[in-house]
């Protein structure tokens, strides 16, 4: 104990050095009456990542200092993190400090991948963090912590959730990094995901770089020379650093270009960080650029101006590539102070520079990432393909016809443009202007542009629209456009079924609706409805539909090319289930909407044309059923294993491509006995693997040990049942 209490205190000295200053002696108490409460609440003899849960939530609070750049409450929130809403501790950390702490906390709490040690579910989990965003902007901040901290221990982790983790570090917390402002740290996650992810191309370039390093060197000495003699002439205050590009930036060059590492040619930069008063921040950056392009011709093609313009995470920068003399290439990044902390920073600068809260280009991002998420109904990887490309993109700025700059995404449209600044008109956009010029919908906007909007009350959003515009607001906005239009004409639908059935003397009712939705596959009366109205189903088929008598031999209900997918698995009676005695003597079927497997919780659902369908008590379709015809529901359950019979069953697999992951997840399949593949389908795009299976599986036990077994193949993230 004596030596675990003498590394919580030297743990707690180098939180202390890492706290943004000043200072005070109120924080050093409030901050010691933090880790004794940690002290007592963490139990000494529990460890996560290789080190005792105290020394593991101090170590949480340096990086969320040192690295994130926040402040004491932010610290104790970290520190306390691991503490349930539940523990009598909370009535001591309320008295002791700052009350947000107990908000902040409740906020990571539902961040389940981190709480719970949970690294699966990539796209709901990371839906939640981002939800956080509206709660305390440091939710999000501190949750990079310990991502970051877990990375940075990933060898601590059982070996199977190694790759898991990095994947998702790599696909959702890098770019949510990057576009915080926090480019340092983004780089560090790409790189420790990268070394598990791809080890042998990481120890490749690691290596290259280390035997390059003496010659590297000397460059930058050559290089910055004639620079710092220059400046200390003109009195100019600077400080010069230079930064070797990331592993994983070099990787993507060779790989984007082509090229081999030889050919990288700015595998280092050189920063120039000056420190002037806030009223002459751009005169002096440009002073310098001019020094640098003075003594070292520049590449124009490769000039970034993000001080006249800055990104919308608040990044401020000039950047330049220029050519030595000896032939050689090196990116220049001239700055200030100021502009240096926010770029190392991120977020947490603006939190100083601007107020808790925040100002400016951020807080619009964040407004917007507030906006899709509310208004989002969806649930993993559709939602995320919504969200993702937004923080990785690059920025163009274009001009109103009144002048104002728009910061828009790399690929954004003119329809991209018109919903920027308002649903209203981005919804009624028939076509604009740019430059003075006549363009379409989907023209592609270029930095510098002047665009205008055209606009007709007549327009709507049309479904093609989706196709090409790329800004999350754009396409939420669209989305929900169609939903209430189909909604609307679902309700002209239903009202000329309704009028047509009335002409034809036939008696409309739950059991006709259940009929029609049977006969064409759909799931919903909405469904139904809205294709009628759009004059896919014929009224006059629905007629004979209806009046076709159900004894006639030898008719079956037409199957939508879905449901031509599979069999029905007809069941007879008192083999392996047991029906609710009320309905006894009727058939019964399982459902293909759900594909219930032995051991299933199941119940049975009366139906006008096919006797009972069993469902599984999971079916995404229960709720409907059960609140919607609650006296059709009947029980049901299994009897006795029939083992010469199998029960269809759908996995669906993501992961990272890996050479022979095909190869083994067949291999496992072969050794279940009992289990039989239908169909196997799966695609490898951008380094990410996905595929999904059809099996015959006796049970539900066979079922679930056989995704355990493939969840631990390498390179696989996530294996999951799926209704369909």
């Known amino acids: 104990m004596a030596e675990l209490a003498a590394q919580i205190r030297s743990r707690q000295s180098l939180v202390l050095k890492a706290l943004p200053p000043p200072v005070s002696n109120d924080d050093r108490k409030t901050l010691s009456t933090a880790v004794n409460i940690a002290r007592e609440y963490y139990q000494a003899d529990k460890k996560y990542l290789g080190e005792s849960l105290p020394l593991y939530y101090l170590e949480l609070a340096r990086v969320t200092a040192a690295d994130i750049g926040l402040g004491l409450p932010a610290v104790i929130s970290a520190l306390l993190s691991g503490i349930s809403e539940e523990s009598e501790a909370w009535e001591k950390i309320d008295n002791s400090g700052d009350r947000s702490v107990r908000e902040v906390v409740r906020g990571l709490s539902r961040v389940t991948a981190l709480r719970g040690r949970d690294f699966t579910g990539q796209a709901e989990n990371f839906r939640k963090l981002l939800l956080s965003l509206a709660d305390d902007g440091r939710v999000i901040l501190i949750a990079l912590a310990e991502r970051l901290l877990i990375m940075r221990r990933l060898d601590w982790l059982p070996e199977k959730e190694r790759l898991p983790v990095a994947s998702e570090t790599y696909f959702l917390f890098a770019p949510l990094a990057h576009r915080l402002g926090y480019y340092n740290i983004k780089s560090e996650m790409e790189d420790l995901a990268m070394r598990m992810m791809e080890p042998a191309e990481y120890n490749e370039i690691e290596a290259r770089l280390k035997q390059t390093t003496t010659s590297r060197n000397r460059l930058i000495r050559e290089f910055s020379g004639p620079?710092?003699?220059?400046?200390?002439?003109?009195?100019?205050?600077?400080?010069?650093?230079?930064r070797t590009k990331s592993i994983h930036s070099i990787w993507q060059k060779m790989k984007r270009q082509g090229v081999a590492f030889e050919e990288v040619f700015d595998i280092f930069a050189i920063r120039i960080i000056i420190d002037t008063d806030p009223a002459h921040e751009k005169s002096s950056c440009w002073q310098v650029y001019s020094v640098v392009t003075d003594l070292y011709q520049p590449d124009p093609s490769r000039m970034r101006d993000w001080i006249s313009v800055p990104k919308t995470n608040g990044y401020e920068s000039l950047h330049t590539t220029v050519v030595t003399p000896a032939g050689k290439w090196v990116e220049v990044q001239i700055r200030t102070t100021r502009m240096d902390e926010i770029a190392e920073k991120g977020l947490a600068a603006h939190f100083r520079y601007k107020g808790v809260k925040g100002e400016g280009g951020l807080d619009a991002w964040m407004a917007q990432m507030r906006e899709v998420l509310g208004a989002s109904e969806k649930e993993g990887s559709e939602f995320l393909g919504d969200i993702r490309p937004g923080l990785y993109a690059d920025e163009v700025f274009v001009f109103t016809p009144r002048g104002e700059v728009r910061q828009l995404p790399v690929g954004a449209t003119l329809l991209d443009f018109a919903f920027d600044i308002h649903t209203e008109v981005g919804s009624k956009c028939t076509g604009g202007k740019v430059n003075g010029r006549n363009v379409q919908l989907k023209h592609v906007l270029r930095n510098g542009d002047h665009v205008s909007v055209i606009t007709s009350s007549r327009q709507s959003p049309k479904r093609d629209w989706l196709s090409f515009v790329v800004t999350n607001k754009a396409r939420t906005k669209i989305k929900q456009a169609l939903n209430e239009e189909k909604f609307r004409l679902a309700a002209e639908g239903k009202e000329m079924l309704t009028r047509r059935m009335k002409n034809w003397k036939i008696p409309y009712g739950d059991a006709t609706v259940v009929?029609?939705?049977?006969?064409?596959?759909?799931?919903?009366?909405?469904?139904?409805?809205?294709?009628?109205?759009?004059?896919?189903?014929?009224?006059?088929q629905v007629k004979k539909v209806l009046l076709r008598s159900d004894e006639q031999p030898g008719e079956s209900p037409p199957r939508t090319p879905e449901t031509q997918t599979q069999d029905d698995v007809t069941v007879s009676g008192g083999d392996y289930l047991i029906i609710d005695e009320k309905v006894e003597g009727l058939d019964y079927k399982l459902a293909k909407c759900c594909n219930p497997v032995f051991g299933d919780r199941i119940f049975g659902f009366v139906t006008v044309l096919e006797g009972i369908k069993i469902h599984r008590a999971t079916c995404p379709n229960a709720d409907f059923m059960i609140s919607n015809f609650p006296y059709r529901i009947v029980r049901a359950q299994w009897t006795r294993l029939d083992s010469s019979r199998g029960f269809l069953?759908?996995?669906?697999?993501?992961?990272?491509?890996?050479?022979?992951?095909?190869?083994?997840?067949?291999e496992i399949v072969s050794e279940y006995r009992g289990v039989a593949v239908k169909n196997f389908n799966y695609t490898m795009n951008n380094g990410l693997f996905e595929g999904r299976i059809e099996l015959l599986v006796p049970n539900i036990n066979v079922l679930y040990s056989l995704i355990k077994k493939i969840q631990s193949v390498k390179g696989i993230t996530r294996v999951s049942r799926v209704d369909r």
């Open 515 to 540: 009929r029609l939705l049977t006969e064409y596959g759909f799931k919903t009366s909405q469904d139904l409805y809205f294709s009628i109205a759009i004059g896919e189903i014929d009224l006059l």
């Open 227 to 242: 620079v710092m003699e220059k400046l200390d002439a003109m009195g100019i205050r600077y400080k010069l650093k230079s």
């Open 649 to 666: 069953s759908s996995i669906r697999i993501t992961g990272v491509e890996n050479l022979g992951i095909v190869a083994r997840i067949s």
